[in-house]
Each structure stands twice: as C-alpha cells, then as structure tokens.
C-alpha cells in the first residue's frame, strides 16, 4: 500500500514539473520528462531507503514477540513455583512467578496427570517475573531485544510438549523433534483443557484439539488462565 501511494505521487510530481516549463503536456517535452524522471528517481531512492530503515530497525517484526507494555494491569500478588507431585520445571526460577491460584491449578492438573498413569510428570516453563517487569523473547535480525507481550500478569504458563517415553531433552519443534509425542500432549492439554479457570492454550499442532496457533508456539504450550 505504502509503494502505490509513493508511486502515484510520483507521477504527479512528473507532470507537474512537466507543466511547469512550460509544456503542453508529458508528451510533448521529452527533456523535460528525463529531467523530472531525474528528480523523481531521486526521491524514490530516499522513500525506499527509509522504507528499508524503518523495517531493519524491527518494525516488520510480528507480534510474537513484540516491544513491553507499560505495565500489568493486575495488581502484583506473585508466589514462586514449587515443583509437587506429576509436574517439573525447566525454567530458570526467576522466570516462574505466578498468582497463587494458577499454581493451585497446577498442582491439581499435576496430580491428574499423576493419577493417570503417565510417567513422565509435566514440565513447567516461563511464567512470570516478581515484579511483573517484560519477560524477554530473544532478539530480532539486527540484535534488537524482544519481549513477550504475556507473562507480566501472573497467570501465563508455558508447558512442554509430550515426549516419547524413554526419551530426553527439549521439543524443539513439533514439525521436526523425533522425541515428540502428539498423543501425550493431547492428553496433556485434555487435562488442562477441562478446567473452567483455563481462558486458552496455544499450540501450532493442528492435530491437537483444544489449542490455537500462534506464532512462535512450536516448541511449547501457552497455558493462560482466566484473570
């Protein structure tokens, strides 16, 4: 949209220029159309410049990952997470702060998933900071740093994918991890899913039900529970 508006302007400018020295129209003074297309050239070269600026600084980034809100909109009431019976972490621990009602629920979906015969407890990732400051989302293609527009409230918790049994280590993408379980991660999300205090979980496997895609999701459930 932005590249019609500047071409169209263009051309204005062309046969304005045009008229201006006094030619009947853009036909009939082939000088001075070189000499307008000069100019015109000219401030393309600046438009596309800034266009090129503008997407190298971070603005053609997705909100996936996108620039810290002012602050929470919750007021700040954070309890560290503590690991209990079928769930694990694999966070940094200033990284998992939550309201003590999302690790109520925690624990509950834990102790579900225990009853359940799984073996493997669930893991447990980033939630939020003490003080609900940005939590950071890696960097863009210059080395910007980038933050999550989640994770300030309390009340969002990324959980990893279900893995093979017998296997280790991360999921890196669904698409491509050889240790990843589609069949345990539905029943992850079944379990969590049948809460009434979980507003939505994020995932890109279409072949899980109950998740929404989102970008940057395919290596990690979004659990958010209702504020």
């Known amino acids: 949209m932005r590249f019609l508006i500047y071409s169209g302007a263009l051309l204005f400018l062309i046969e304005k220029l045009a008229y201006a020295d006094n030619c009947g129209s853009l036909s009939d003074c082939y000088g001075t159309i070189q000499s307008a297309t000069g100019v015109g050239v000219g401030i393309a070269v600046m438009v596309m410049t800034g266009i090129l600026m ?3 600084r971070g603005e053609g980034e997705t909100e996936a990952a996108s620039r810290p809100e002012t602050k929470p909109t919750l007021p700040l009431d954070f309890s560290p997470f503590q ?100 069949e345990n991660t539905q029943a992850i999300v ?23 895609p989102w970008s940057g999701h395919n290596n990690h459930l979004h659990v958010r529970f209702k504020k």
Do not use: C
């Open 190 to 212: 079944d379990i969590i899913q049948s809460r009434p205090d979980v507003e939505t979980i994020l995932f890109n496997d279409k072949q899980i039900e109950g998740v929404k």
């Open 83 to 182: 690991p209990s019976e079928g769930l694990a972490t694999y966070a940094a621990p200033e990284k998992q702060f939550a309201q003590p009602k999302v690790f109520d629920a925690l624990r509950e979906i834990g102790e579900k998933w225990q009853e359940a015969g799984h073996g493997d407890p669930i893991e447990v990732g980033d939630m939020s900071y003490e003080d609900g400051r940005p939590m950071p989302a890696g960097k863009d293609r210059t080395g910007k740093e980038l933050f999550h527009s989640a994770h300030r409230e309390g009340v969002d918790v990324d959980i990893r994918p279900g893995r093979k049994a017998g296997t280790i280590g991360p999921i890196l993408d669904y698409k491509t991890s050889p240790n990843y379980d589609r």
């Open 54 to 56: 503008d997407f190298f």
